[in-house]
């Protein structure tokens, strides 16, 4: 067995590195740079070494703001995930209701996130906004600019009406994927209706699920323009989460040292949940299979 | 356990049908007894799988009545008409381990925990799956999958019975024999009525002891599979069934004769000849099968001169195509025959010989 050895099969890969260079390694290396120094102009730079991460990591108004993310990331897909399931359960599966409720479903996904916001800013003004004067006038004083709870209930409501359809549609898809022979299957076997879900549809969900919550956590875990324009952060700092903490940082006070040093903790916290979470669901399948053998 | 009976039923996938051909199923009588092996064959879009679905209650029939000793059962669906189904393609329900597999349709009619595993274990039994009860289903081979598929129609022991839709189209040949000859051990150790469809004579013939022969929506022919080799009732099962298949020649009758074309028939059998002058139709025709055709090498008495074609050997036989007139015949030879080179000289004996009239046979009066 002489196996001719040519390793120049590796030049091949050149073009996608220079590429890939100039898309991530780049752009992310001058964040790098800069949180490792303390730059003052072009030509005036110290070595700070950690001290901007540091620095970071101790700041009370950080730690607050990502304790609200993982709250506010962690509600939303506890919401969205079963109340998309549930819209895909419902939604017609042949014939022209199905396109109507399609596009239905689909027409939050089609409107830009500071559009939204502006939305529903309008929406819950208690002047003229239909659901501000709507909860006043049953006796409830809603305010989104003086009570936490509203603002927060009110952001939590919108990102669910703004992505459950993602959720909603990954499913359906999913679902329309399986083989009638399944459902019939099914009922020759007396199946009831939760048996059908439990052990029929939501296996079949479990990989557009995967990517629907990676996706979900990753667009939450990053929501900027939405509460920006809904409630800019307040009351106080109870909506503010932290790519808006971050943008007063780099651009409000112009701490470029500081900011690259939260946005690469910022960064490495996504890749790590994402990380950590995409080894489980793998895992869990892989156990499955070695349990047997 | 029930005799399954199909009255004056019909189907169409139309929403309203008009012409025969609308049909899935053309309106049918048949009768399943209790405890037969049956198979279904036909040939693919026959109407077989809408057939059994009917039965099965998955499909509810334009009109007609389905039976189930004696009480019509149209308006029950499935769960309620204790009917096992196998599909073509294996559906386990993949998270599960292969017993709960099996015990699936019993926890859902809340069997004692007890009874489940006598009857999961008896099952695993039969199909030799009792290595692979703890193992989850996902991982399964496919013929292990349709083995469990199977197996969840048998653990019922309330079955009335079981249908079958091509189950071992995604097996390897190799073990599609086997599973054959379990099903049909199975058959006779829990004497439930079975009907297996296929398109496959050789699955239907080994499986089954009286098979039904499907034809654009009908029934051509309910029998045994030595009867239907025989005595093909309608000219489709002579096509169909034997290899190859059975050959048809137009005849007509004149001044006391028969031919086919113009080549004169030697049959000495007046009742066939009467048949034929009797028929109003002009869609008359003599079915032989290859296999009962008597082929010489040199001219023997009442045999008709015919032009060899082909010959094709098979090894144990050779299949001879041969022209009679126009007609074009096959007939088969055993090996160590005389096989003619350029003429051969044939016969037909008369108890092998039968008359189709519209397609259909028409059973001469002195047999």
New interface residues.
Partial sequence: MNKIRNNRAWLLILPMLLLVAFSAIIPLMTVVNYSVQDVFDAHTRFFTGTEWFEATLNDRDLQAALLRQFAFSFTVLAIEVPLGIGIALLMPKRGWQASAVLVLVTLPLLIPWNVVGSIWQIFTRGDIGLMGVGLRGMGYGYSITSSAVDAWATIVLMDVWHWTPLIALLCYSGLRAI?E??Y??A??????KW?VFR??QL??LTNVLVIGILLRFMHSFMIYAEPFVLTGGGPGSSTTFLSQSLTTMAIAQQDLGPSAAFSLIYFLIILLVCWVFYTAIMNMQKE??H??? | MAEIMLKSLAHSYLESPRHAEDFAIREMTHVWQQGGAYALLGPSGCGKSTLLNIISGLLVPTSGEVHFDGNVVNPLPPEERNIAQVFQFPVVYDTMTVYDNLAFPLRNVETSETKVSERVEEVADVLDLTSLLKRKAKNLTADEKQKVSMGRGLVRDDVSAILFDEPLTVIDPHLKWKLRRKLKEIHQRFNITMIYVTHDQLEASTFADKIAVMYEGQVVQFGSPRELFERPGHTFVGYFIGSPGMNFMRVRASDGHLYSGDVLLPITSSSLYENVTRCTSDNIQLGIRPEFIEVHDTPVERALESEVIQVQDLGTYSILSLRLGNVALKARVEEGEPLPADKAYIHFPEAWTGLYVDEYRVESGDE
Avoid at chain 1, 187 to 192: G, H, L, T
């Fill in positions: 083989p022979a399944y019939q299957a009922r020759i076997d007396r199946a009831s048996s052990y029929i296996p079949k499955k299979y349990g047997e053998s």
